[in-house]
């Protein structure tokens, strides 16, 4: 289970950029491979090598995402008494300048930048998934998700809301996602 659990919270990482990933297709569509000429029908076409690896990415991101979304449905929502929630919401504003303008001005038709790519891009990663910071996630922000900081009468905990809390205290529903981060139901 816990094995699994981390390939969640890594897919949930990865389509933390999927912005990037859909800039960067966009971007490398020169970047063009010769398929072998044995092959029926294609044999000898040029294909965007890097587009097709990027749109490839955004779609098991987005696949990732989604198993994890569709997984919460499953488990029992706990009640929380909501005794005060501040909305996070620049957290992700920060993110995307932090995290994913930088990889936009990179130039990667040089190897020298695909091992920095790769090894920030690795680092980042780590970090995220360890302090469970994925909720952070511009593609959640998108799909209608505000982050709180919600204290209740027994803990202090990140809360993904698809839409807004009230300011006045109130009950959720809520599924545990990793330690102190839930989504409400």
Known sequence: MARIRSLFKWGIFLSSFIPLYLILSYKHIGVQASTPSNIPFVGGAEVPILTVFWLVLSMVSLTALGLVLNVRKSKEPEPKNVIDATNRNEAVTSYILVYIFPFVVLDLSQVVNWIAFIIFFAVIGIIQVRSNHLYVNPILALAGYNIY?????????????????????????????????????
């Open 149 to 185: 900081d919600v204290s209740t009468e027994d803990e202090e905990m990140t809360l993904l809301v698809n839409g807004r809390i009230d300011d006045r205290p109130a009950e959720v529903s809520a599924v545990k996602l990793s330690y102190g981060v839930y989504i409400a139901v």
